[in-house]
């Protein structure tokens, strides 16, 4: 059974760093996506950042230049590394990761983990 399992966030000064984790209990290999979502109160969850099976990234405007979206493939994880962190960053992330069932991708989804960034 895939499991997701999420680790690193926190609460961050203004322009500080947090690395977030999220390991698959099967291998990344199995997948044709990953990456990260996250959901401020009162908004809608949103795509942070995304990596391919064939490495492509690709992030939200409101990151780019801050945020790296990596991931390790014999230890079946994927990361995100957030610098310059701003108050609206502050939100629930999650680990999402998109595996084909026949011809139908599937998302799963992590338990999430809270970040906030706060003085």
């Known amino acids: 059974q895939l499991q997701l399992v999420e680790s690193g966030g926190g609460l961050v000064q203004p322009g500080g760093s947090l690395r977030l984790s999220c390991a698959t209990s099967?291998?990344?290999?199995?997948?044709?996506?990953m990456g990260w979502y996250r959901q401020a109160p009162g908004k809608q969850r949103e795509l942070v950042a995304a990596?391919?099976?064939?490495?492509?990234?690709n992030y939200a405007d409101s990151v780019k230049g801050r945020f790296i979206i990596s991931r390790d493939n014999a230890k079946n994880t994927v990361y995100l590394q957030m610098n310059s962190l701003k108050p609206d960053d502050t939100a629930v992330y999650y680990c999402?990761?998109?595996?084909?069932?026949?011809?139908?991708?599937?998302?799963?989804w992590g338990q999430g983990t809270q970040v906030t960034v706060s003085s």
């Open positions: 099967i291998s990344i290999f199995s997948f044709i996506a």
């Open positions: 990596i391919s099976s064939g490495g492509r990234t």
């Open positions: 999402n990761v998109r595996r084909l069932s026949g011809s139908i991708p599937v998302d799963y």
